[in-house]
């Protein structure tokens, strides 16, 4: 089955504590990005992929840290996580910039 | 920047009836247009894709318009069902980059039966 998975998908952690979440996808698509969800604010990029190795920021990069040394997958690591990241997290895949992305299950964090 | 607005308020529609959501930006012309449904605590399920050169999209009942001199698109789901009470978001790619994304805040539908 064609799916991107998220892990975790529940997160409670403290300020300062580095913490990675993990996206991987299945459909050998070139694209990766991460989004964040927050009430009123609706989806916002912080990180995109357009293949192994290539990365930039989105809207919202601040913070966050992403790496793709493989294809399938493409981790958002959070270094010193703070309470404005208290957030839920979507990780999305297309085959190319422009098509339409397939989104993961989310990964709810919060930072106390 | 770009800003994308979509209706905050919830519509309430009746079953079998046709919902209509709105989509509007601003500052510039996007090259694509995407809507996404999403469900409760749920990732966004894309629905449809239009290109700016492209006045008007259907897949069984929903259709798509995009009017670049308005600087709106317009969503319709005809013969609405409660089935499609959900978050409805639209995505458009970036100003200079088209491998960014900017997403709407969303419009929830409520179909009652």
């Known amino acids: 089955e064609a799916q991107v998975t998220q892990n975790p998908r529940y997160l409670i952690t403290v300020t300062g504590k580095k913490l990675t979440v993990t996206c991987s996808q299945n459909m050998n698509h070139e694209y990766m990005s991460w989004y964040r969800q927050d009430p009123g604010l609706g989806l916002r990029q912080i990180y995109y992929?357009?293949?192994?190795?290539?990365?930039d920021k989105g809207d919202v990069p601040e913070g966050y840290k992403v790496s793709r040394k493989e294809k399938r997958n493409f981790p958002l690591i959070l270094e010193s996580p703070s309470p404005n990241q208290t957030s839920l997290y979507f990780c999305a895949s297309s085959s190319r910039g422009l098509a339409e992305q397939y989104f993961g299950p989310g990964t709810r964090l919060t930072v106390t | 920047s770009q800003k994308i607005e979509q209706n905050s308020e919830a519509l309430n529609i009746q079953e079998g009836k046709t919902a209509t959501l709105t989509c509007n930006y601003t500052n510039y012309s996007p090259a694509y247009l995407q809507w996404y449904r999403q469900d409760p605590g749920r990732g966004p399920v894309f629905l449809l894709l239009?290109?700016?050169?492209?006045k008007e999209k259907r897949k069984e009942r929903l259709k798509v318009t995009f009017d670049t001199t308005l600087k709106q698109s317009l969503f319709h789901i005809t013969a609405s069902q409660p089935a499609d009470s959900a978050t409805y978001l639209c995505a458009l790619d970036g100003l200079d980059n088209f491998n960014k994304f900017y997403f709407g805040s969303g419009t929830k539908l409520n179909v009652k039966p």
């Open positions: 992929s357009m293949n192994v190795e290539v990365t």
């Open positions: 239009i290109r700016e050169n492209e």
